[in-house]
């Protein structure tokens, strides 16, 4: 998706919801991440998320045991760290293997 296109609409935003959510775990693989870094990278990707559906969606995987976090001080904030677990890295792995399979489907020739 251009970086420029926004996804409009409730139902697109919860459509997407899920690929953001892949993504977040993918981008926690390959390094610690933060809410505002999170909320930029996906800005560069197109999609458009407000820190009050953001910052639930890393809890809500931080609560079911994909990702932890730590509290670090920048300056005079805290902020918080988030890192994939073991369990995170699981569930990633498998759930690229059905996006795969999936994508597949979605562009065989007709």
Known sequence: ??????????????????????HILHEAEQQEVCGVWVMNHLRQHGYEISPGTLYPMLH???????L??????????MRRVYTITPEGLSVLADAKRRVWELFGDLFQPL
Do not use: F, H, Q
Not at 68 to 77: A, L, M
């Open 1 to 22: 998706m251009p970086a420029n296109k926004k996804i409009a609409g409730i139902e697109d935003k919860s459509l997407y919801a899920g690929l953001m959510r892949l």
């Open 60 to 66: 809500s995987l931080e609560k079911k045991g994909y």
């Open 68 to 77: 932890s976090s730590t509290k670090e001080r920048v300056g005079k904030t």
